[in-house]
């Protein structure tokens, strides 16, 4: 089991910047794909974006797709997500969770989960 730790979230004005972190201990972190998904209040999570285990793969929801890049740091077990131009529908309380490959996280079938943290987008 990997123990996933996320920060970085907070309140921001529309078009503003945040950059989430997910640390992770435990397992191997570089022998696995990561991903952020995020759950609105009343909304099943979603998939937002998936990066295989070097980091040379990446892979975007459409509606985040050059606003929101996810990449990865291996020498420091940790995986991010750049948010930019943020909107109030990005609003939602965002996860990062390990899989075993980008195919497999993209489609929600992970390994473990994060507690989550909360990014909240005023108009």
């Known amino acids: 089991q990997v123990q996933l730790v996320e920060s970085g979230g907070g309140l921001v004005q529309a078009g503003g910047s945040l950059r989430l972190s997910c640390a992770a201990s435990?397992?191997?972190?570089?022998?696995?794909?990561m991903g952020w998904f995020r759950q609105a209040p009343g909304k099943e999570r979603e998939f937002v974006a998936a990066i295989d285990w070097s980091g040379g793969n990446t892979y975007h929801r459409d509606s985040v797709k050059g606003r929101f890049t996810i990449s990865r740091d291996n020498a420091k077990n940790t995986v991010y997500l750049q948010m930019n131009s943020l909107k109030p529908e990005d609003t939602a309380v965002y996860y990062c969770?390990?899989?075993?490959?980008?195919?497999?996280?993209?489609?929600?079938?992970?390994?473990?989960w994060g507690q989550g943290t909360q990014v909240t987008v005023s108009s």
């Open positions: 969770a390990s899989g075993s490959d980008i195919a497999s996280v993209a489609t929600m079938i992970v390994l473990d």
């Open positions: 435990g397992r191997t972190f570089s022998r696995y794909a």
